[in-house]
Nanobody, 121 residues
Framework: QVQLVESGGGLVQAGGSLRLSCAAS????????MGWYRQAPGKQRELVAA???????NYVDSVKGRFTISRDNAKNTVYLQMNTLKPEDTAVYYC???????????????WGQGTQVTVSS
């Protein structure tokens, strides 16, 4: 049974930082790509960052240079370090297991409850 548990969200001022964690179980973590998504009220869920099983990373343009995705296979955990946060980063953040096809990430249908990130101005 696949479980994904996100944590680390909170309320911060613009320019602040947060580190999100996602603990995974029920998958062979080391061979899966992992991604972070976010969804703001009234908006579609979007892929923010993804990391391949080999450690290659991709980011949506709006977070490049500010966010870093990483993984610790020994802990079955994927992280999202978020720096220089902006109000437009406010959303519920979800992690996901998936796969890469070329540079494109395709999610599997496994989602956690998400963690709320709120950035005030």
């Amino acid at each position: 049974q696949v479980q994904l548990v996100e944590s680390g969200g909170g309320l911060v001022q613009a320019g602040g930082s947060l580190r999100l964690s996602c603990a995974a179980s029920g998958i062979i973590f080391s061979i899966n790509a992992m991604g972070w998504y976010r969804q703001a009220p009234g908006k579609q869920r979007e892929l923010v960052a993804a990391i391949s099983s080999g450690g290659s990373t991709n980011y949506v343009d709006s977070v490049k240079g500010r966010f870093t995705i990483s993984r610790d296979n020994a802990k079955n955990t994927v992280y999202l370090q978020m720096n220089t946060l902006k109000p437009e980063d406010t959303a519920v953040y979800y992690c996901n297991a998936g796969r890469y096809s070329g540079i494109y990430y395709y999610p599997y249908n496994y989602w956690g409850q998400g963690t709320q990130v709120t950035v005030s101005s």
